[in-house]
Nanobody, 127 residues
Framework: VQLQASGGGLVQPGGSLRLSCAASGSNSELEYYAIAWFRRVPGKEREGLAYISTTEDKVDYADSVKGRFTISADNAENTVYLQMNSLKADDTAVYYC???????????????????WGQGTQVTVSS
């Protein structure tokens, strides 16, 4: 499966963005996978933000984004979204989506559980 992340950009503090992660290629149906969003700031560890498993009907969020970010999936479009509201300067990072076979993803936000990664999209929160 190949993942294409998009939707990043420049937004003012308090604003919103919606990121998309489109899956394509062989075995790209979302039912096979847990899909997660991560972000990385230079000099810091990669941070797991949110994950969704449509097969298990499960979602989970990191405390840092709970209540502000919402993950959702459109199985017909093989696309996972991350709606980000009330953005802060600290949310500035490169955002990545990742996929792992749903049966092997236990913790949800641990990057080592994911086998397939998109290329990343830059989100900059600044006035």
């Amino acid at each position: 499966v190949q993942l294409q992340a998009s939707g990043g950009g420049l937004v003012q503090p308090g604003g919103s963005l919606r990121l998309s992660c489109a899956a394509s290629g062989s075995n790209s149906e979302l039912e096979y996978y847990a899909i997660a969003w991560f972000r990385r700031v230079p000099g810091k560890e990669r941070e797991g933000l949110a994950y969704i498993s449509t097969t298990e009907d499960k979602v989970d969020y990191a405390d840092s984004v709970k209540g502000r970010f919402t993950i959702s999936a459109d199985n017909a479009e093989n696309t996972v979204y991350l709606q980000m509201n009330s953005l802060k300067a600290d949310d500035t990072a490169v955002y990545y989506c990742a996929a792992g076979f749903w049966a092997t993803v236990a913790a949800g936000l641990a990057p080592d559980e994911y086998d397939y990664w998109g290329q990343g999209t830059q989100v900059t929160v600044s006035s």
